[in-house]
């Protein structure tokens, strides 16, 4: 959009639409950062949207490296990175004036919001913030992004709708409740 800040290293896939500073981010297709506010060091899932000045830390007030978290081992890890800011999963979205930690990890399907800095793993299929969070149950998730897909021309189909449920699956056991 007119007047974005777009710095090196900043991919932009298909169908996005990116306003606001940007800094060495990956957006996947379809999603969108249409509004003022800073994005650093950070990659973003398909179909994701981050609500009206969005904003992360991409650097640690201690310029230590940053620690992620690992699936793999079920634990926050060392990045080796001192730069470092919003891994989004497919689907998840935030809104105004939502702000991210250095390091933080959204999962598939996340409904982010409220004031005060979020922590650092967010699991898939959460839906809350500052105040806590609840389960984002999968008929909501099918109902938005049937609505996400049709403003876009798109059909919601079986397979989406069996990779969601797999993916809701496999992330229970992030999620309380």
């Not at 990175?81 to 933080?104: A, E, P, R, V, Y």
Request: glycine fraction near 12%; charged fraction near 20%.
């Amino acid at each position: 959009k007119i007047s974005a800040k777009i710095y090196e290293g900043t991919t932009i896939g298909p169908n996005c639409k990116v306003a606001g500073e940007v800094s060495n981010v990956v957006f996947f297709g379809f999603s969108n950062k249409s509004h003022e506010g800073f994005l650093g060091n950070s990659v973003i899932g398909e179909w994701c949207n981050l609500g009206a000045d969005t904003n992360n830390s991409n650097l640690k007030n201690t310029y230590d490296y940053v620690k992620l978290w690992d699936y793999s081992k079920q634990k926050f890890c060392s990045t080796d990175l001192q730069f470092c800011g919003l891994i989004m999963g497919d689907h998840s979205k935030s809104g105004i004036n939502t702000m991210f930690n250095t390091g933080t990890v959204v999962g598939v399907s996340a409904n982010v919001f409220g004031s005060g800095f979020l922590r650092n793993f967010i699991p898939s299929f959460s839906w809350g913030g500052f105040s806590g969070f609840s389960t984002y149950k999968l008929p909501k998730v099918f109902d938005v992004v049937k609505k996400v897909f049709a403003r876009r021309g798109y059909d919601f189909g079986q397979l989406d709708k069996d990779i969601l449920s797999h993916v809701y699956d496999m992330t229970k056991r992030y999620r309380k409740g």
